[in-house]
């Protein structure tokens, strides 16, 4: 009897292991068909002058793409929704070089339209990118009415993935630019993502545990009846 029941307990050891095997093979195997990827694009912008408190930066448009690879080969700015805008927490002052509060968490920061099939990517669809800031530099070059204005955003990114494929994470880094000579004001932006094919949620090892006892038990009991 007791053989008996200690072979029953050894089989379901194994056939729970064999599960969190499969588990974590299925978790892998979508974040290895979306493989890692760059985009580097520009746009308009409207950029709150030097000394502004909380400034405001806000991209008007996508007017170029510089560099697309991986999930995002092949992209064009037709493909890219205009940035959302975001406030940045601070005042300069007469300083010249002045760190801000970054921004919080911005859900559905830009969209991007990709077509990479496997291995490359999980196929068409559209990837939502959502941004958490952190670290804002500030500076400031020149003269009233001769000058250059630079705020720079960096912090990580959850790529938000088409056709059930997971989440993955990565880092972003925008930086606006304003530049005013005589009168005139020309304001833009440039903004890079990198994706890795790291997986951005994984479910909780808890629950994973508390679904494998449930299966061990069960086939624990039908072995036994």
Same mark, same amino acid.
């Given at each position: *009897?007791?053989? +008996?029941?200690?072979? !029953?307990?050894? =089989?379901?050891?194994?056939?729970?292991?064999?599960?969190?095997?499969?588990?974590?093979?299925?978790? =892998?195997?979508?974040?290895?068909?979306?493989? *890692?990827?760059?985009?580097? &694009?520009?746009?308009?912008?409207?950029?709150? /002058?030097?000394? #502004?408190?909380?400034?405001?930066?806000? /991209?008007?448009?996508?007017?170029? @793409?510089?560099?697309?690879?991986?999930?995002?080969?092949?992209?064009?700015?037709?493909?890219?929704?205009?940035?959302?805008?975001f406030g940045?927490?601070?005042?300069?002052?007469?300083? #010249?070089?002045?760190?801000?509060?970054? /921004?919080?968490? &911005?859900? +559905?920061?830009?969209?991007?339209? @990709?077509? !990479?099939g496997p291995?490359?990517?999980?196929?068409?669809?559209? %990837?939502?990118?959502?941004?958490?800031?952190?670290?804002?530099?500030?500076?400031?070059?020149?003269? /009233?009415?001769?000058?250059?204005?630079?705020?720079?955003?960096?912090? #990580?990114?959850?790529?938000?993935?088409?056709?059930?494929?997971?989440?993955?994470?990565?880092?972003?880094?925008?930086?606006?630019?304003?530049?005013?000579?005589?009168?005139?004001?020309?304001?833009?932006? =440039?903004?890079?993502?990198?994706?890795?094919?790291?997986?951005?949620?994984?479910?909780?090892?808890?629950?994973?545990?508390? &679904?494998?006892? @449930?299966?061990? %038990?069960?086939?624990?009991?039908?072995?036994?009846?």
């Amino acid at each position: *009897m007791t053989t +008996n029941i200690s072979r !029953q307990l050894a =089989t379901g050891t194994l056939a729970i292991a064999a599960s969190v095997t499969a588990f974590g093979l299925a978790g =892998t195997a979508p974040a290895q068909a979306a493989i *890692m990827g760059t985009l580097s &694009i520009t746009g308009d912008a409207t950029i709150d /002058p030097w000394g #502004t408190t909380n400034p405001m930066l806000t /991209p008007l448009s996508v007017t170029g @793409v510089n560099s697309a690879t991986g999930q995002f080969a092949g992209v064009t700015a037709g493909d890219i929704s205009t940035p959302a805008s975001f406030g940045l927490t601070g005042n300069p002052g007469a300083s #010249t070089m002045f760190s801000f509060g970054s /921004p919080a968490s &911005i859900a +559905n920061f830009i969209s991007i339209m @990709v077509n !990479q099939g496997p291995p490359i990517g999980p196929g068409p669809g559209t %990837v939502i990118g959502s941004i958490t800031g952190s670290m804002a530099m500030g500076t400031f070059a020149g003269v /009233p009415g001769a000058s250059t204005t630079s705020y720079t955003v960096t912090g #990580t990114m959850v790529f938000d993935e088409p056709n059930t494929a997971p989440d993955l994470l990565g880092t972003f880094n925008i930086s606006f630019t304003r530049s005013e000579n005589g009168g005139q004001v020309s304001q833009g932006y =440039t903004l890079s993502l990198q994706k890795s094919s790291a997986v951005a949620k994984t479910p909780e090892p808890a629950a994973i545990l508390g &679904i494998l006892a @449930v299966a061990g %038990v069960g086939a624990f009991a039908r072995r036994k009846s």
